[in-house]
């Protein structure tokens, strides 16, 4: 795997002396003349668009004085060596401002300048991508070292190779709403040697780059309280965050990746003691970071505040487990409650539909319960289990033997007989399958003895 920090920086080396040769223009302390001492704050133009390419009043060059928009200077190169070299500040601010268009050529920030520690770099604050930074092939777009302090701002950095903010050997950047567009095989943010640089405003990423985040020999990189980094598209990154040689990147409380699901990558190395701080945020990616080499002991990182995450997501399973259980038992009492209404309504259907049987049920047990009766007295004989017929007597009053005509049931055959004469009252040819026909009046106008005879049918 290698070191991709070191590689990336021995890439730059050769055109980092090319550019700070380029850089170099001639000044007024070159020449001879004093620094201009600074009543107020002073600030540098840059418009990357030569007077050579358009006839314009206010097209850029390098031999302007650079401290109007009117006479801008062509480069940022050229605009911070009229800075560093012409300029006694005197306390007062310094800052370059870029016009909006496609600049480049890189800015190489060494050293430190006269009465200030600093200058501001801004871009366009309405729109960060209506200003390009984007330098030649293997050359840092903005290359900070030797001690210098920049602040850059409203900007997009893109290109092949290229690294976009570069500190080394005790320098420190602070950028904010920084757009970080395509970066083919290219690094977005790199320190080394000591160095620092802190992300704040809100940083986004729109475009393909081999590294995001990388520090190297004992330099930090710090991503703000509450600073998002926000994916605007799906990009590949094939390394989110690098740390090596006891360097630190750190995410400080809050900060935060917003559609880290379009990340596709490694997360995260940590080797040589190298470590990484999430503050509890998990760094995108859809390849697993590691701390150790297979088979190499002792070249470990360390990597904490991932068990804060994962707490931080415990929390939320457990949270929505709760409000699951309740859901459930919410649906169970509803379930609960139709099945009650349920067993109602059926219930009260199958007493209508059943009314009719347990009217054919209750004259039933009228019959085998009969009382006597006061007006006439008749014998019963029922089919039981062991025969045909019996003659088992009970007493059956006459407005049972009328009910009697009401029965539709196919296996009783009825057979009534006279009590004096045991003449039948109806025929033998009148015998028939319920309802029988037996004449309540008849019964009603004599004693008789009126003999059910029960039939099973098999």
Same mark, same amino acid.
């Given at each position: 795997?290698?070191?991709?920090?070191? !590689?990336?920086?021995?890439?730059?080396?050769?055109?980092?002396?090319?550019?700070?040769?380029?850089?170099?223009?001639?000044?007024?302390?070159?020449? *001879? /003349?004093?620094?201009?001492?600074?009543?107020?704050?002073?600030?540098?133009?840059?418009?990357?668009?030569?007077?050579?390419?358009?006839?314009? %009043?206010?097209?850029?060059?390098?031999?302007?004085?650079?401290? /109007?928009?009117?006479?801008? &200077?062509?480069?940022?190169?050229?605009?911070?060596?009229?800075?560093?070299?012409?300029?006694?500040? =005197?306390?007062?601010?310094?800052?370059?401002?870029?016009?909006?268009?496609?600049?480049?050529?890189?800015?190489?920030?060494?050293?430190?300048?006269?009465?200030?520690?600093?200058?501001?770099?801004?871009?366009?604050?309405?729109?960060?991508?209506?200003?390009?930074?984007?330098?030649?092939?293997?050359?840092?777009?903005?290359?900070?070292?030797?001690?210098?302090?920049?602040?850059?701002? +409203?900007?997009?950095?893109?290109?092949?190779?290229?690294?976009?903010?570069? *500190?080394?050997?005790?320098?420190?950047?602070?950028?904010? @709403?920084?757009?970080?567009?395509?970066?083919?095989?290219?690094?977005?943010?790199?320190?080394?040697?000591? /160095? !620092?640089?802190?992300?704040?405003?809100?940083?986004?990423?729109?475009?393909?780059?081999?590294?995001?985040?990388?520090?190297?020999?004992?330099?930090?990189?710090?991503? $703000?309280?509450?600073?998002? %980094?926000?994916?605007?598209?799906?990009?590949?990154?094939?390394?989110?965050?690098?740390?090596?040689?006891?360097?630190?990147?750190?995410?400080?409380? $809050?900060?935060?990746?917003?559609?880290?699901?379009?990340?596709? *990558?490694?997360?995260?190395?940590?080797? @040589?003691? *190298?470590?990484? +701080?999430?503050?509890?945020?998990?760094?995108?990616?859809?390849?697993?970071? =590691?701390?150790?080499?297979?088979?190499?002991?002792?070249?470990?990182?360390?990597?904490? $505040?991932?068990?804060?995450?994962?707490?931080?997501?415990?929390?939320?399973?457990?949270?929505?487990?709760?409000?699951?259980?309740?859901?459930?038992?919410?649906?169970?009492?509803?379930?609960?409650?139709?099945?009650?209404?349920?067993?109602?309504?059926?219930?009260?259907?199958?007493?209508?539909?059943?009314?009719?049987?347990?009217?054919?049920?209750? @004259?039933?047990?009228? %019959?085998?319960?009969?009382?006597?009766?006061?007006?006439?007295?008749?014998?019963?004989?029922?089919? !039981? #289990?062991? #025969?045909?017929?019996?003659?088992?007597?009970?007493?059956?009053?006459?407005?049972?033997?009328?009910?009697?005509? +009401?029965?539709?049931?196919?296996?009783?055959?009825?057979?009534?007989?006279?009590?004096?004469?045991?003449?039948?009252?109806?025929?033998?040819?009148?015998?028939? =399958?319920?309802?029988?026909?037996?004449?309540?009046?008849?019964?009603?106008?004599?004693? &008789?003895?009126?003999?059910?005879?029960?039939?099973? +049918?098999?």
């Amino acid at each position: 795997m290698g070191n991709i920090v070191s !590689r990336t920086w021995s890439r730059a080396a050769i055109a980092i002396s090319l550019v700070i040769a380029a850089s170099c223009c001639q000044s007024s302390v070159e020449a *001879g /003349s004093p620094r201009i001492r600074a009543t107020q704050a002073v600030t540098f133009y840059v418009n990357p668009v030569s007077c050579r390419d358009i006839s314009r %009043i206010n097209c850029g060059d390098d031999a302007n004085d650079c401290t /109007s928009s009117m006479t801008p &200077c062509l480069t940022m190169a050229g605009a911070y060596t009229r800075a560093q070299q012409d300029y006694d500040f =005197a306390g007062h601010s310094c800052t370059i401002q870029l016009a909006d268009g496609r600049h480049t050529s890189p800015a190489n920030i060494a050293g430190s300048l006269v009465g200030t520690h600093l200058c501001y770099w801004l871009g366009n604050e309405k729109d960060r991508r209506a200003v390009v930074v984007n330098p030649p092939p293997g050359v840092p777009a903005f290359f900070v070292q030797d001690g210098a302090i920049a602040v850059i701002m +409203h900007v997009r950095c893109e290109g092949e190779r290229i690294i976009c903010f570069a *500190g080394r050997q005790f320098s420190i950047i602070d950028i904010a @709403w920084v757009d970080f567009g395509p970066l083919p095989n290219g690094t977005a943010i790199s320190v080394t040697n000591q /160095s !620092r640089i802190n992300l704040g405003g809100d940083i986004w990423i729109s475009g393909d780059a081999n590294a995001f985040l990388t520090a190297d020999d004992l330099s930090q990189i710090t991503v $703000g309280t509450n600073v998002p %980094i926000v994916i605007t598209r799906p990009v590949e990154i094939t390394y989110f965050a690098l740390s090596y040689k006891k360097a630190l990147i750190e995410l400080l409380n $809050g900060a935060h990746f917003v559609n880290p699901q379009f990340v596709r *990558g490694q997360q995260y190395i940590a080797l @040589w003691d *190298g470590a990484i +701080h999430t503050g509890g945020a998990v760094i995108p990616g859809t390849i697993a970071g =590691a701390a150790s080499v297979p088979g190499h002991p002792g070249e470990e990182g360390r990597v904490w $505040g991932i068990d804060t995450a994962l707490q931080r997501e415990l929390a939320q399973l457990q949270q929505q487990h709760a409000q699951l259980q309740q859901q459930l038992a919410d649906l169970q009492q509803e379930n609960a409650r139709l099945n009650h209404d349920l067993r109602e309504m059926l219930d009260s259907v199958s007493w209508r539909i059943t009314a009719p049987l347990r009217e054919v049920q209750r @004259w039933i047990r009228s %019959i085998t319960r009969s009382t006597a009766a006061p007006s006439a007295e008749c014998n019963l004989c029922e089919l !039981r #289990s062991q #025969s045909d017929c019996c003659q088992a007597h009970q007493t059956l009053a006459p407005r049972d033997i009328v009910a009697l005509r +009401h029965l539709a049931v196919p296996c009783i055959v009825v057979r009534a007989m006279d009590s004096v004469g045991q003449r039948p009252l109806l025929s033998q040819q009148r015998e028939q =399958a319920m309802p029988a026909t037996i004449n309540s009046d008849d019964t009603r106008a004599r004693f &008789c003895s009126v003999q059910v005879v029960l039939r099973r +049918h098999l």
